[in-house]
């Protein structure tokens, strides 16, 4: 599936991110940028996925429950706006839990061990061989969601293709079912920074890895990160040449450096020498703290008044759970089974 040329109107749309923690750096430039983007122009709904947070916390299920305010938090504090966006929250939409029942049905254990993100996140979590059924099959469960809104078009970071395959492979099941077409495919669509690396370099940014810059990060926060982004090791004097790929200074320049014609000629100054770490940390320090500073301050204010931000996922989830509903319906009688 090749990633979609920035469509931008007319669409339905439908993210989430898990309930797990605060958003990153990476949700911004892999996602969350798009959906502000995109929300005047098209119908946009955004789960907070919390159902999803659990299927590898449901023995700490604190994490997710005292996440989901501040997921909302940081999409209002990103410019995400309640009033062109619909936010909801995935337990409080039961079509989304019937849907991936009926979807179960479809689905084979072996292609779920086929999903290479799944494969990946299972290594990574040390699962073993005690992996929860629930995050073996929670692509399933997204494949739910995103039908759930007939969704066509999905900003996400570039784990989720895999996800957004095993969709539309449902997809195509339940259609040949129907015998007409009663599910949209979606299409993936991909920032110019589908997987923002974690400070060292190793992994993505991610909530549950413990390595990321959040929304409201501090200052200090920002300053400490970035002096420990990993560069290049054998860039030992300022003078010497230095390389720009695998850098991860660069590559986060790439991703928020207003200006793209000065990332580009420092680039060219630490390949050719003269142009030390210490500098380009510095410029990017002060362009990541200048970014971040309104977003902290947006953010504070909004999580001071925990009713306002119920007040808005109630009103979003009870808008969401009349669409998803309908989608419920026409699943059910593609299985025959819409008896009452
Ligand atoms: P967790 O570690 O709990 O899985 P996460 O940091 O991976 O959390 P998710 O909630 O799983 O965040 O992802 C939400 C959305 O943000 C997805 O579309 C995902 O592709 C995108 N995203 C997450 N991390 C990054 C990243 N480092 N770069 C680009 N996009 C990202
Ligand atoms: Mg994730």
Redesign the pocket.
């Known amino acids: 599936m090749s990633p979609q040329p920035p469509l931008s109107v007319g669409h339905k749309i439908l993210?989430?991110?898990?309930a797990?923690?605060q958003l990153?750096l990476?949700?911004y430039?892999?996602?969350l940028q798009q959906r502000v983007a995109l929300q005047a122009h098209n119908d946009q709904t955004i789960l907070v996925?919390d159902m999803q947070?659990l299927t590898?916390n449901g023995n700490t299920p604190a994490k997710v429950a005292g996440n989901i305010l501040n997921v909302v938090a940081d999409y209002l504090a990103a410019g995400i706006d309640p009033s062109q966006t619909t936010i909801c929250l995935q337990s409080g939409l039961p079509a989304l839990a019937e849907l991936t029942m009926f979807y179960s049905n479809l689905v084979t254990i072996a292609r779920l061990e086929r999903n290479p993100t799944v494969k990946n996140?299972i290594q990574g979590k040390g699962f073993g061989r005690s992996i929860p059924a629930g995050f073996l099959t929670y692509p399933i469960s997204q494949a739910a969601d995103i039908t759930a809104f007939q969704a066509t078009l999905i900003?996400?970071?570039?784990?989720?293709l895999p996800m957004l395959e095993q969709t539309n492979e449902i997809v195509r099941k339940i259609n040949s079912l129907a015998g007409k077409p009663i599910l949209t495919e979606c299409q993936p669509m991909l920032?110019n920074?589908?997987?923002?690396?974690?400070v060292d370099g190793k992994a993505?940014?991610?909530?549950?890895?413990g390595n990321?810059i959040t929304l409201d990060a501090s200052d200090a926060d920002i300053a400490k990160a970035v002096k420990a982004m990993y560069t290049d090791p054998n860039h030992l004097t300022v003078d010497a040449p230095g390389q720009v790929e695998g850098n991860v200074v660069f590559t986060y320049l790439d991703a928020f450096y207003p200006d793209p014609a000065f990332v580009e000629s420092l680039k060219a100054h630490y390949r050719r020498g003269g142009l030390g770490d210490g500098k380009t940390k510095a410029i990017l320090t002060e362009c990541l703290q200048a970014m971040i500073a309104p977003m902290r301050e947006k953010r504070q204010a909004l999580i001071a008044d925990k009713q306002y931000l119920i007040d808005v996922l109630k009103a979003g989830t009870e808008k969401a759970r009349e669409e998803s509903s309908q989608t419920l319906t026409q699943v059910k009688q593609a299985f025959g089974l819409n008896i009452f």
Do not use: I, N, Y
């Open positions: 993210t989430g991110d898990r797990t923690g990153h990476g949700h430039v892999g996602s996925a947070g590898d996140e900003p996400v970071g570039d784990d989720q920032s920074m589908p997987r923002l690396p974690s993505k940014m991610s909530k549950s890895l990321a």
